[in-house]
């Protein structure tokens, strides 16, 4: 329902120390940084690494500075293991090895999929399921903003800049604050369309005033952290309070109970921070791995809950 949620607020957690990661202070990578960038970026030896970049990294927007920090980034990383130490992160991030343009392989492939999966539930959803459905509308657009959110990580993930970052954060917020608007819709709005109404213009508002302030003020990892723990817990504790609530009536709200467990539990892998295997894969890639199946479950159940509110309203309908 909001599969992004826990990744987003520990990956806000780690870019609040991305101006500040150990192996970006070290000396010795500043120098070859600056080396580099003197032997290489500039008149006709800049001229010469756009000739032999292939096409498909500069359409990807990687410069010639980007690739000195890249070689620099493996030039530490090699004198700490050969010295015996821990292999520090750049920038906020564990070193990875880059394939063809993709920053970050695995985690790039693994947000494709989790966007894959989405695609397909929602094909299935609407084959499914009649658009005369009370839930209809909002599930299809609960989809769309989900496939929305999963293309920026997949981009985020292929090229780490400030837009493609920043597109990532604001689309996982706004994936969670679709997620409780969900559910007031299924718990209230059915009932009173004119509180749904309403709480959606205020969710709208509260998503433009964070936007606006992390794109015009300040972009604070910080409060963009606070923010999505808040608006996370709201939706995990009003999903949850429901389901429990509505178990025995509804056997299908089982997997929904499975799907919030199943995220608060699969977002531990986050706090399992390690250099990656192979270079390729690290925790938070095993972690947008492991949320593929939970978007198949959480279609499943509204699939199976918009066909049951389809089913009651139809009912309602004769009886008057």
Known sequence: MAGRAAGLMLLAGAAALASGSQGDREPVYR?????CEERNCSGGALRHFRLRQPIYMSLAGWTCWDDCKYECMWVTVGLYLQEGHRVPQFHGKWPF?????FQEPASAVASFLNGLASLVMLCRYRTSVPVSSPMYSTCVAFAWVSLNAWFWSTVF???DTDLTEKMD????????????????????????????AAFRVV??????????YLSLVHFDYGYNLAANVAIGLVNLVWWLAWCLRNQRQLPH???????????QGLSLLELLDFPPLFWVLDAHAIWHISTIPVHILFFSFLKDDSLYLLQESEAKFKLD
Not at 31 to 35: D, G, H, P, T
Not at 97 to 101: A, K
Not at 253 to 263: I, P, T, Y
């Open 157 to 159: 993930h292929t090229r």
């Open 169 to 196: 954060y604001f689309c996982a917020s706004t994936v969670i604050l679709h997620s409780i608007y969900l559910c007031c819709v299924r718990t209230v709005g059915l009932q009173h369309p004119a509180v749904a």
């Open 253 to 263: 709200v089982r997997k929904c109970v499975g799907v919030v467990l199943l995220l």
């Open 203 to 212: 969710l709208l508002l509260l998503l433009t005033a964070h936007v606006s």
């Open 97 to 101: 090895s880059r394939f063809l343009f």
């Open 31 to 35: 120098k070859c940084v600056l080396r």
